[in-house]
């Protein structure tokens, strides 16, 4: 079965350190995402992705953060200076257009110490 | 502007019902529900796309009020392994991404 997958599953980083983490959607999909969830708390919308421009991004998606999709197949996200409060899980989704079901990959665990 | 939900959490023996409550103030033209289980990342239940309309995934089914922006989720005869949390979102990818509401906690004890 197609899935999204994610790498790191866990990544340390020092404060200020910038992050890069990865994601493969699933092949044929055409609509990219990326959430945040803080320990205990909601799956937070970071920013959606498609045709190789962001479409829309919410209000933590400040300057820190940027995605890319470098070739056909990885979508990254960008922090350049991570805070403390960038700890979080991160799961990247993908879909095959914006109104169907998004497939979410395991996540990239982010500490900042 | 995310979707409220309500209640914030439930406990319910195993084989009791539950219905969780999804509203916006803005549009909506579909709804998606996700389950999420500690510590694992959400998976899609269903989506809902019409007024009204209803879907069913095993004992678990949702409906959907278009006019009136509201959907429920239906959980009948609850099994130990819904257990979760739960969201709703407005669905779609271009201007409106998916953003969730803050969740109903689900648990389901023996």
């Known amino acids: 079965e197609p ?77 350049r200076s991570t805070k403390l409060e960038d700890s979080a899980m991160y799961f990247c989704a993908s879909s095959d257009w914006g109104g169907t079901e998004a497939f979410f990959g395991q996540g990239t665990r982010l500490t900042v110490v | 502007q995310q979707p409220v939900q309500s209640p914030q959490a439930v406990i319910l023996r195993e084989g009791e019902d539950a219905v969780i409550n999804c509203s916006s103030s803005k549009a909506l033209y579909s709804v998606h529900w996700y389950r999420q289980k500690h510590g694992e990342a959400p998976v899609f239940l269903m989506i809902l796309l019409k007024g009204g309309e209803q879907k069913g995934h095993e004992k678990i089914s949702a409906s959907f009020n278009e006019k009136k922006q509201q959907s429920s989720l239906y959980l009948t005869a609850s099994q130990l392994s819904y257990s979760g949390t739960y969201f709703c979102g407005p669905g779609g990818g271009g201007a409106d991404g998916l953003t969730f509401g803050k969740g109903t906690h689900l648990i389901i004890q023996p």
């Open chain 1, 3 to 79: 899935e999204v997958t994610q790498t790191p599953s866990h990544q340390v980083t020092q404060m200020g350190q910038e992050v890069i983490l990865r994601c493969v959607p699933i092949s044929n999909h055409l609509y990219f995402y990326w959430y945040r969830q803080i320990l205990g708390q909601k799956v937070e919308f970071l920013v959606s992705f498609y045709n190789n421009e962001i479409s829309e991004k919410s209000e933590i998606f400040d300057d820190q953060f940027s995605v890319e999709r470098p070739d056909g197949s990885n979508f990254t996200l960008k922090i």
